[in-house]
């Protein structure tokens, strides 16, 4: 079974996860914070994965010690239950529409973490989430997991729809990277490890 449950206290927030690749009829998110918690459920949703989350932070400082540390906790989850990564496709890109906006991921699970971010939002705050932070969220998943990850908004208007389109591909590009191949026999690399 390719899972993970990963627990994270910190001075300002505490993080129980657990992530079922294999499990996708698994999604229950409480971030407290309710644009975070409607991503994180597009992406549960695209990507196919089981996704448990439930976050306390400071959220009377703002949403990002909270948004930045369920994306270092979910990064954590994906590497430890990709494991070795024998079988899997490594690589995954979508493009996904959303009404007029038009995202863009492409990921490698390579085991070399790197983040290229190319969006703005024209609004800053979308309920309490700073629509900063989708940044910060991204960069502490690829981090975290080890994930090569590019992420670009190619045009849009509506910030909801940009930001939306970017967490629906990046769970649909996901589950490309993670889907075992039976062609592939031990680690989809050269280097014989990933």
Do not use: W
């Not at 499990?23 to 196919?48: W, Y």
């Not at 448990?52 to 010690?65: K, N, P, Q, T, Y």
């Not at 906006?101 to 983040?115: H, N």
């Amino acid at each position: 079974m390719r899972t993970a449950k990963i627990e994270r206290k910190t001075a300002e927030t505490s993080i129980k996860m657990e992530v079922y690749l294999d499990q996708p009829e698994k999604c229950e998110i409480n971030t407290g914070v309710g644009f975070l918690d409607h991503m994180l459920t597009l992406f549960a949703r695209h990507s196919r994965i089981g996704f448990v989350c439930e976050a306390i932070g400071d959220l009377d400082v703002d949403s990002h010690h909270t948004a930045e540390d369920v994306g270092i906790v979910l990064g954590q989850c994906l590497k430890e239950a990709l494991g070795d990564k024998a079988g899997i496709n490594r690589y995954g890109s979508e493009y996904v529409p959303m009404d007029e906006s038009l995202g863009f991921v492409a990921l490698d699970l390579s085991g070399r973490s790197y983040l290229v971010f190319d969006a703005s939002f024209d609004n800053p705050k979308l309920g309490d989430f700073d629509t900063e932070l989708v940044e910060e969220f991204f960069q502490a998943v690829a981090f975290n997991a080890a994930m090569n990850l590019h992420c670009r908004v190619l045009y849009g208007k509506n910030t909801h729809h940009k930001i939306e389109a970017l967490f629906k591909a990046f769970g649909r590009a996901l589950r490309q990277a993670i889907t075992v191949n039976p062609d592939i026999q031990g680690v989809n690399s050269t280097k014989g490890v990933l």
